[in-house]
């Protein structure tokens, strides 16, 4: 194997690794902090005045999820780099896309303010789904070059993006808003783990 293979193999690795530390650190923190969440009110269904996983930013392991963010957006942004290429505009449009992921999770590591009249962190999360949904986009648009990409392509397609677009807009609803978050996080890190494990088997069978 080539140090460039061997490289891309690294990045698709971080895909692969990225999305499991963010899913189990959240996870593994909500379970930790739930006496400190239920003592802000919190709801594990309903819609809260901070939001679910920010609102851990205030809690006792807030330096850790921080931490955590700056990590992953890092990874995110490692991965993307493994996808570039100069021949294909959509090769391009998903490093683009998954950079603005990455950008957009480190600059989650910075506690909201809640008594700001415009919380930030409000402004930049939409970054996340949107850049997200732009990746799936611009991977189903990649797999028309590359048919080793046209089942992942269709499941995208038809099932993913469907489904994570109706978790993203119950979102707006108060009485499930937080249970449409768990699974919009849930969709979009376990998609690009998928897509990740495809690339490393594909780097594999081509090395």
Same mark, same amino acid.
């Not at 239920?38 to 005045?49: A, I």
């Not at 942004?77 to 996808?83: C, L, Q, S």
């Not at 700001?116 to 797999?143: K, T």
């Not at 919009?184 to 998928?194: H, L």
């Given at each position: 194997?080539?140090?460039?293979?061997?490289?891309?193999?690294?990045?698709?690795?971080?895909?692969?690794?990225?999305?499991?530390?963010?899913?189990?650190?959240?996870?593994?923190?909500?379970?930790?902090?739930?006496?400190?969440?239920?003592?802000?009110?919190?709801?594990?269904?309903?819609?809260?005045?901070?939001?679910?996983?920010?609102?851990?930013?205030?809690?006792?392991?807030?330096?850790?999820?921080?931490?955590? &963010?700056?990590?992953?957006? $890092?990874? *995110?942004?490692?991965? @993307?780099?493994?996808?570039?290429? =100069?021949? %294909?505009?959509? !090769?391009?449009?998903?490093?683009?896309?998954?950079?603005?992921?990455?950008?957009?999770?480190?600059?989650?590591?910075?506690?909201?303010?809640?008594?700001?009249?415009?919380?930030?962190?409000?402004?930049?999360?939409?970054?996340?789904?949107?850049?997200?949904?732009?990746?799936?986009?611009?991977?189903?648009?990649?797999?028309?070059?590359?048919?080793?990409?046209?089942?992942?392509?269709?499941?995208?397609?038809?099932?993913?993006?469907?489904? &994570?677009?109706?978790?993203? $807009?119950? *979102?707006?609803?108060? @009485?499930?808003?937080?249970?449409? =978050?768990? %699974?919009?996080? !849930?969709?979009?890190?376990?998609?690009?783990?998928?897509?990740?494990?495809?690339?490393?088997?594909?780097?594999?069978?081509?090395?």
């Amino acid at each position: 194997m080539t140090s460039r293979p061997a490289v891309r193999l690294c990045q698709a690795l971080a895909g692969l690794v990225a999305p499991l530390v963010l899913a189990a650190l959240i996870a593994g923190l909500t379970i930790v902090q739930r006496t400190y969440l239920d003592s802000t009110g919190w709801s594990p269904v309903s819609r809260n005045p901070v939001q679910w996983p920010s609102v851990m930013l205030f809690g006792p392991g807030g330096s850790l999820l921080s931490a955590g &963010f700056i990590g992953v957006g $890092l990874l *995110t942004i490692w991965f @993307a780099m493994g996808w570039w290429s =100069r021949e %294909s505009r959509s !090769a391009r449009l998903i490093v683009a896309s998954l950079t603005v992921l990455g950008l957009a999770l480190m600059v989650m590591a910075v506690p909201p303010n809640p008594a700001a009249v415009v919380d930030w962190h409000n402004l930049v999360y939409p970054a996340i789904p949107i850049s997200w949904v732009c990746f799936v986009l611009a991977h189903i648009s990649f797999s028309r070059g590359d048919p080793r990409w046209g089942c992942t392509a269709k499941i995208s397609k038809y099932f993913v993006l469907p489904a &994570f677009l109706v978790s993203l $807009l119950s *979102t707006r609803l108060d @009485a499930v808003a937080q249970l449409a =978050r768990f %699974s919009v996080f !849930a969709i979009q890190m376990g998609w690009i783990v998928v897509l990740a494990i495809r690339q490393i088997a594909i780097l594999r069978r081509d090395s």
